[in-house]
């Protein structure tokens, strides 16, 4: 034996060893792979069994309000059958009664008959019958085109005895019943038909609505809805556009979009904080009215002059004046409130001649005279057409063929140039 010998037989019985493990992981990975197939299909099976518990449940479920709601209608069938055969046999009673009395007075009394068919036989018809005192004889006529002619007392008491029949009855009642419920599907399908053209004409109404309108404190308010809320002007970060020639001067640099605010409190106090952000600081013997009125002067001077529009102008420094000299209290004063809204026009006057060379608006003329014509103010004179006032806007400038541009101030049409 060589000295390699006990090596070889060394690396031999490692590498069986090797091999042996090798099968023995093998068998055990096979186990583990057959259990949890096995596994995943005990779990398939238990989730296919409780599917079907459940559509057996729900089936059951099913059978069982079936069946209850078979039972409610057969008893309401029953009930209503009960009720039908109690009523008829009150109708039988009254029937033997005026029978009794038709016979009784050889047809005379026959009105009592006819009564009674109009107004308790369920099947819904109507008849008039009429009698020939002297020939005793009887017409029947039923409405529909169905007229019986000539007919003795024993012909009427004939075919008048088909609604004693129970069965006959009971059977009109129910027809009676389903027209009724038919007639009741017609009526609900209209008032819901009726409900929905309501709504859109709602909707219709508030898209037609105006975008925003005067309010009791003079101020203007936005409309949203059932709400409404103050339209303010708020600065922004905007370069304001250079202004065109001669036009006021634009005050400072910013640009200036007009906002809606959700509150008015909140509304009113970022307008005045922008107010008083035009004035700047007061200058020598200025008080803070007049300091306030400055800078509202301003920053309607920007607004007008960034958008080359006068009207705009006014309507953003009476906007501004109103805000501050209307609060709470004022509005709830009403001769507060009166004064203060004097006040606000005379100063809109003021600065619409002050500042944009717009002449306040003056009475009429004494009669006889003729009236001067000034631009921006409302001419005595000048009149609109209807459908051209229709064509106005508050505060907005239209100009027509002619020339002429008109605005509405206050709900009144004023030619501006």
Do not use: C
């Amino acid at each position: 034996m060589s000295f390699s010998t006990p090596y070889l037989i060394a690396g031999a019985a490692r590498g069986l060893s090797e091999g042996l493990d090798d099968l023995d992981r093998q068998k055990r990975q096979r186990v583990d792979d057959q259990y949890k197939a096995n596994a995943e299909i005990r779990a398939q099976n238990a989730d296919a069994r409780a599917s079907e518990e459940a559509l057996r449940a729900k089936d059951r479920e099913g059978r069982a309000k079936q069946s209850h709601d078979q039972s409610m209608k057969l008893g309401n069938i029953r009930l209503e059958e009960a009720e039908d055969e109690q009523e008829h046999k009150q109708f039988t009673r009254e029937l033997d009664d005026v029978m009794g009395r038709l016979i009784a007075t050889d047809g005379e009394d026959y009105k009592g008959l006819e009564s009674l068919y109009n107004e308790r036989y369920p099947d819904g018809n109507k008849v008039v019958i009429n009698r020939d005192p002297a020939t005793k004889k009887f017409t029947l006529d039923f409405g529909n085109g169905r007229v019986a002619k000539d007919l003795d007392l024993e012909q009427v008491a004939g075919m008048a005895s088909y609604m004693a029949d129970p069965k006959e009855y009971i059977e009109e009642k129910r027809k009676q019943r389903e027209r009724d419920a038919e007639e009741q599907r017609l009526i609900d399908r209209e008032d819901r038909a009726e409900e929905r053209a309501i709504a859109r004409e709602d909707r219709a109404e508030r898209r037609r609505a105006p975008a925003y309108k005067v309010g009791d404190d003079g101020g203007l308010y936005a409309v949203r809805g059932e709400t409404m809320r103050p339209v303010t002007v708020e600065g922004g970060a905007a370069p304001a556009d250079p202004a065109p020639a001669g036009a006021a001067p634009a005050g400072p640099q910013r640009g200036l979009t007009p906002t809606f605010k959700g509150s008015e409190r909140g509304g009113q106090s970022a307008l005045i904080k922008d107010v008083e952000a035009f004035a700047g600081p007061p200058k020598a013997g200025e008080t803070r009215e007049q300091r306030y009125a400055r800078g509202a002067a301003e920053r309607a001077k920007a607004i007008g002059g960034r958008n080359n529009d006068p009207m705009r102008a006014v309507m953003a420094y009476e906007q501004a004046i109103t805000a501050k000299m209307i609060d709470s209290s004022v509005a709830r004063n009403p001769e507060r409130l009166a004064q203060a809204r004097e006040q606000i026009t005379a100063m809109v006057q003021d600065f619409k001649q002050r500042h944009l060379g717009i002449p306040p608006t003056t009475p009429g003329p004494a009669p006889g005279q003729p009236a001067a014509a000034q631009p921006g103010a409302a001419q005595p004179g000048a009149t609109l057409p209807d459908a051209m006032v229709g064509q106005l806007k508050e505060g907005v400038g239209t100009r027509f063929r002619n020339g002429q541009v008109w605005t509405l101030i206050n709900g009144q049409p004023v030619q501006v140039e």
